[in-house]
């Protein structure tokens, strides 16, 4: 029996369409879940779209559409950016699908009939744009907190969750288990902030909109977001609140990870998990708030005009070329920034020079002295020990960053492999070798280390670059691309031909490709 692996997005909201600061995350989740399936885990991985509420409500009528032709549009717009970002989710939930929607009636009916959410009146200043309440403290110069942007009087009739009856567990949970949210300074701000100075029973119920979960034993009541779009990662396991959930539910749940942006970090390490000891279910393992994506020093949003969107990305330079500089340039734990510069910079230094000229120089080596024929080892050196143990090391160290979701700390340790076997080239210089007839056996091992060197790393580069550590491999002419292959430094095939040489990225010239990008954009307008 595999050991199993649940991973989570947050769902996207579907009030308009993804940037590439909201694609980052299904990207860094990703790279989890192959890595994780690399390494011989049943993986679940689950994604999709948030489609209630009164911002989608008033964004469908001010489209003259109909809420759920408006939600339809924009969650097949969100799946076919995943897809073009290469992603390898498991299950892409939507909260407008039938089963989630029963799901989340059943699970309110029964949080009320156990007394955990009761009937009340509220008072607030309320944000739209975040669909949130927030007392007069807690905005910043008058406006919202999270958002920045103006609030209004609400007064209304609604349901609210006991947070208060909760509150003390779920403080001694946070502290008994130091690994349930993470990184630790996001713990401490939910402690310190939230939890110590008392939490407000929270409503859940709505009643100034209808694009919602209509409450069963209420109408005019529709379920709120938190308990509609949080309850997506057990209802589409199969969890049944009223009897037996399916065999799926009690295979993945708890969640092994639940992936989400810094700035919800609340909904997920309060509210959901309140949620779930209300039920009586497990918490997920552990709760991780990835850091934001910058546009230069500026948080993406469209009334500063700096969205930038992953497809237009893919369009002028590769997805996989997109995919490295979103793994790579963001830190763990500290927001990361994107230019083009960057990402040309990127592309050139790790993608082109690195990586790209080493596969090609060695196979180009390997058809020009031995037709491509994949020759066996037989006249090591002392010299050769060296690339040899980075490569045997590389798995385990990739798989210690991989464990701590150090996901860019892993990469590096990738391209470690590639960096010195560069360095390998010029200290062996297989071109000179090449000259002196008495030495084809060494030429001949130098090039076997380059090439085993190659197809390591690129055994560990299918989490991250899929689709350059398939173009890898083919060239390499080998299948050979599991994870046991690499206990042992003599995982290519002795006597088969290596394919044709294609470069795998391509050297960009700066100033043609920013003048190529102001084109693409204008004529986007």
Not at 12 to 36: C, M, Q, W
């Amino acid at each position: 029996m595999k050991e199993k692996f649940y991973i989570s997005t947050a769902i996207a909201y579907t009030s308009g369409k993804p940037h590439i600061g909201n694609t980052y995350e299904i990207v860094l989740a990703d790279a989890i879940a192959r890595f994780k399936r690399l390494m011989g885990y049943d993986v679940y991985f689950q994604t999709g779209t948030d489609e209630h509420g009164e911002k989608i409500e008033i964004k469908a009528k001010e489209a003259g559409k109909q809420p759920q032709e408006f939600v339809d549009e924009i969650a097949l717009e969100v799946r076919r950016i995943w897809d073009v970002m290469n992603t390898s989710y498991d299950c892409f939930m939507r909260t407008t699908t039938p089963v989630h929607e029963e799901c989340v009636k059943k699970i309110f009916k029964r949080l009320y009939e156990q007394g955990d959410i009761y009937k009340d009146e509220y008072e607030g200043l309320y944000c739209t744009p975040c669909e949130s309440f927030f007392t007069e403290t807690q905005l910043i110069d008058g406006k919202c907190p999270d958002c920045g942007r103006d609030v209004h009087k609400m007064k209304e009739e609604a349901y609210f969750l006991k947070l208060s009856k909760y509150s003390k567990q779920l403080e001694e949970y946070i502290e008994t288990h130091p690994h349930f949210i993470e990184p630790e300074s996001r713990k401490n701000e939910m402690i310190n902030n939230f939890i110590k100075p008392g939490l407000q029973d929270l409503c859940v119920s709505r009643t100034s909109f209808t694009w919602g979960v209509p409450v069963e034993f209420d109408p005019g009541h529709i379920v709120y977001v938190w308990i509609d779009a949080l309850s997506n990662y057990i209802t589409m396991l199969g969890y049944n609140p009223e009897g037996e959930s399916s065999e799926r539910f009690h295979k993945y749940w708890p969640a092994d990870l639940h992936l989400i942006g810094k700035d919800i970090l609340r909904f997920h390490t309060i509210y959901w998990p309140i949620i779930l000891m209300a039920l009586d279910l497990p918490l997920p393992n552990q709760v991780f708030g990835h850091p934001w994506l910058l546009c230069g020093n500026d948080k993406m949003s469209k009334s500063k005009g700096n969205i930038i969107y992953a497809d237009d990305l893919v369009s002028l330079f590769g997805t996989d070329a997109v995919r490295y500089y979103l793994l790579h340039e963001i830190p763990f734990a500290s927001d990361g920034t994107f230019t083009y510069e960057l990402l040309i910079e990127r592309i050139n230094s790790d993608l082109a020079n690195i990586l790209g000229n080493l596969v090609n120089r060695t196979i180009s080596m390997s058809k020009k002295y031995f037709d491509g024929i994949v020759k066996e080892p037989i006249a090591s050196e002392d010299i050769d020990q060296e690339l040899i143990n980075i490569v045997s090391k590389a798995p385990k160290r990739v798989e210690e960053k991989m464990n701590e979701y150090r996901v860019a700390d892993a990469i590096d340790e990738v391209f470690e492999i590639f960096r010195r076997s560069n360095k390998y080239i010029d200290e062996t210089m297989p071109w000179a070798l090449a000259k002196d007839p008495e030495k084809q056996s060494r030429l001949a091992t130098v090039l076997y280390n380059l090439l085993e060197a190659i197809r390591s790393g690129a055994v560990l580069l299918q989490a991250f670059l899929p689709e350059t550590a398939d173009a890898i491999f083919k060239q390499l002419n080998t299948e050979n691309r599991f994870i046991d292959s690499l206990k042992e430094f003599n995982g290519l095939d002795i006597g088969i031909e290596l394919s044709e040489p294609s470069p795998l990225f391509a050297r960009i010239d700066k100033d043609k490709k920013m003048l190529e990008i102001e084109e693409y954009n204008r004529n986007k307008m």
